[in-house]
């Protein structure tokens, strides 16, 4: 089995009062861990994605399922334990003058907690190159 990979470049979710967008990417590899990436996009004025976050995780999870890219089998625990969410806002979105990422952990149910973290540590705890941070200033760019 080969490492399956997606871009969804204007993924939507429910947001506060209206539909938001962010960028997400979903990988699945062949030890049946799943990767995230959730990037808040660049001139974005509606819902940001920590707000929603576990609404944006739970329809990403969804379209994987309905994919047939997820084991459907598996529970929500399960998929939350071998899943790593990474949000991330790029330089210029953020409260910071800089691209800031956060690994999600989700096992506590509704109270998802946030642990951030350099790039560096980011693709460590993730088993990724650092290639799959990568995202066009074009994917990134919010645009109506």
């Known amino acids: 089995m080969t490492v399956f990979q997606k871009d ?25 861990t799943y990767i995230f990436l959730c990037s808040q996009l660049k001139n974005y004025t509606s819902t940001p994605i920590t707000s929603v976050v576990e609404e944006i995780f739970m329809k990403a999870v969804r379209e994987l399922r309905y994919a047939g890219l997820l084991n459907r089998e598996l529970s929500l ?14 330089k210029g979105t953020g409260r910071y003058g800089e691209d800031t990422y956060a690994l999600v952990d989700f096992a506590s149910g509704a109270n998802p907690a946030w642990d951030y973290v350099s790039l560096e540590r980011a693709i460590m705890e993730c088993g990724v190159e650092e290639d ?9 760019h919010f645009d109506q």
């Open 77 to 90: 625990s399960d998929i939350v334990a071998c899943s790593r969410w990474v949000e991330h806002y790029p």
């Open 8 to 32: 969804i470049r204007r993924f939507q979710f429910p947001g506060f009062g209206e539909t938001g967008t962010c960028f997400l990417r979903a990988r699945v590899n062949p030890d049946g």
């Open 132 to 140: 799959f941070f990568f995202i066009s200033p074009e994917d990134l």
